[in-house]
């Protein structure tokens, strides 16, 4: 394969072609001396071009994992927020681990300080009918229109710093023109917060201390998105998140080609040996597509929820809106 690449690049040099495809090349065969992959690694590996990159996509995130395992530790230990279900991370790394331990709050002093409410209707705004923010239908004007006139009349008893993610920056500016365009009810939420709407920049920073301003003074309404620059790491403790609205379920374009491999791959792999690794005398099933692509989706709901209640003082609410 080395020597394949190689006499390519060759090839590419002498006819003085520059392009993605020389580039190319030189990724490949600088990734292939890095980390010395064998065929059998390197086939867990998808490449693909858009109009300006070239992306390496790993299919198999137990790949590292087995590395560290051949190295053959007294003990790992995993730490994260982010574990559970145990059962799934498990399955991602091929691995059974023989001790698990989830840190579960006070639920008694917690319901007291953080609640969750989840709806399926956006009630009198929508005339009561289920709201399912799939890819066909979040983007209709009407449950646009309901959630601005549900906001509006929440926000009454809602003080200092809302949370509003949404699953895209695409559905994100589709929400910042339907507010653009309807002055009047734009003006009712302006008097009572000020209206923010991330920005798809690299720094973000200008942006956050104005709306920290703001939830200082009247209060700030924040449209940001899930998995973007807002919704893991930075914090929104106290004053800054008090309600948090999850608005659907960001679960990613299945017809994305990034997808579309990790399907094709978990399926070939579910086909081959549904059973295939045993460690410790727990056999775990292979991860199958569809629990790989709920989970992902839903990790990036419970880090949005996360961002309500950051210290043991931090109080606030969080509203799921999907059917």
């Given at each position: 394969m080395d020597y394949i690449a190689e006499s390519l690049l060759q090839m590419i040099g002498e006819t003085k072609l520059k392009s993605y495809l020389e580039k190319f090349f030189v990724i490949f065969i600088q990734l292939r001396k890095l980390f010395t992959f064998n065929d059998k690694v390197f086939s867990n590996f998808k490449i693909y071009f858009d109009d300006s990159s070239i992306h390496l996509i790993c299919l198999d995130s137990s790949i590292?994992?087995?590395?560290?395992?051949?190295?053959?530790?007294?003990?790992i230990l995993l730490a994260s927020g982010t574990l559970t279900p145990f059962e799934n991370m498990e399955k991602q790394l091929k691995y059974s681990f023989d001790l698990k331990f989830a840190s579960v709050p006070d639920l008694t002093s917690w319901r007291k300080r953080f609640n969750v409410i989840k709806m399926d209707s956006l009630y009198k705004f929508n005339d009561n009918k289920k709201i399912c923010l799939n890819f066909k239908t979040r983007s209709d004007t009407e449950i646009i229109r309901g959630f601005f006139n549900f906001l509006l009349e929440l926000i009454q008893g809602v003080p200092q710093g809302i949370l509003i993610f949404l699953p895209s920056y695409a559905l994100l500016e589709e929400y910042?023109?339907?507010?653009?365009?309807?002055?009047v009810l734009a003006s009712k939420i302006g008097r009572e917060k000020k209206i923010f709407f991330e920005k798809n920049f690299k720094s973000f920073h200008p942006q956050f201390e104005s709306y920290k301003i703001a939830c200082k003074a009247r209060g700030g309404i924040f449209f940001v998105v899930f998995a973007g620059k807002f919704s893991e790491g930075v914090d929104f403790k106290d004053e800054l998140a008090r309600l948090v609205i999850i608005l659907g379920i960001p679960f990613s374009n299945i017809h994305d080609f990034k997808i579309q491999a990790k399907k094709a791959y978990l399926v070939e792999q579910f086909s081959k040996s549904p059973k295939?690794?045993?460690?410790?005398?727990?056999?775990?099933?292979?991860?199958?597509?569809?629990?790989?692509?709920?989970y992902e989706a839903m990790l990036q709901v419970n880090q949005a929820v996360g961002r309500v209640k950051r210290n043991d003082n931090d109080f606030g609410l969080a509203i799921l809106i999907d059917s």
């Open positions: 590292q994992f087995q590395n560290i395992l051949g190295l053959k530790p007294r003990c910042k023109e339907f507010i653009n365009r309807d002055p295939s690794f045993n460690s410790k005398d727990n056999q775990l099933n292979h991860l199958q597509f569809q629990d790989w692509y709920n």
